[in-house]
């Protein structure tokens, strides 16, 4: 007979490793680190403006391409027409290949590889409110 303990440790275990990366414990602390590398392109806080890239205050749960004043590709702006909405689970996605998520967008960025800093960084970016 398996002691219940050994039983509930297998349980929590099994459950952690099946559990989606964009969904487990972030750290926005880490996430800002992560945005250091955006930065050359985006704006978070509370005097960001549109750059090369648009700003990103409130982008988590935003209809893609509908930052007022940025000029998004078509494809970009397409995609917010039929519905993509920038979720935590298509962020997640996006930052890992931009380019294979949105074919043609004009972000050039080769993604951030590492789920960890994936999750991280949009822990961070859920924390800069929208204007």
């Given at each position: 007979m398996r002691h219940p303990c050994c039983v509930l440790l297998v349980s929590l275990v099994a459950l952690g490793w099946t559990q989606p990366a964009a969904s487990q414990a972030?750290?926005?602390?880490?996430?800002?680190?992560?945005?250091?590398?955006?930065?050359?392109?985006?704006?978070?806080?509370?005097?960001?403006?549109?750059?090369?890239?648009?700003?990103?205050?409130?982008?988590?749960?935003?209809?893609?391409?509908?930052?007022?004043?940025?000029?998004?590709?078509?494809v970009n702006k397409e995609a917010g027409t039929k519905g993509l909405v920038w979720t935590e689970d298509n962020l997640f996605k996006y930052l890992e290949n931009p380019a294979a998520f949105m074919p043609g967008n004009k972000m050039t960025y080769a993604g951030v590889k590492d789920e960890v800093d994936r999750r991280d960084l949009i822990a961070y970016l859920k924390q800069q409110p929208g204007k």
């Open positions: 972030a750290d926005p602390d880490n996430g800002k680190d992560v945005f250091k590398a955006c930065r050359a392109c985006h704006q978070v806080g509370p005097d960001a403006k549109n750059g090369i890239g648009p700003l990103l205050n409130g982008i988590v749960e935003r209809k893609a391409g509908t930052i007022a004043g940025f000029g998004y590709s078509d």
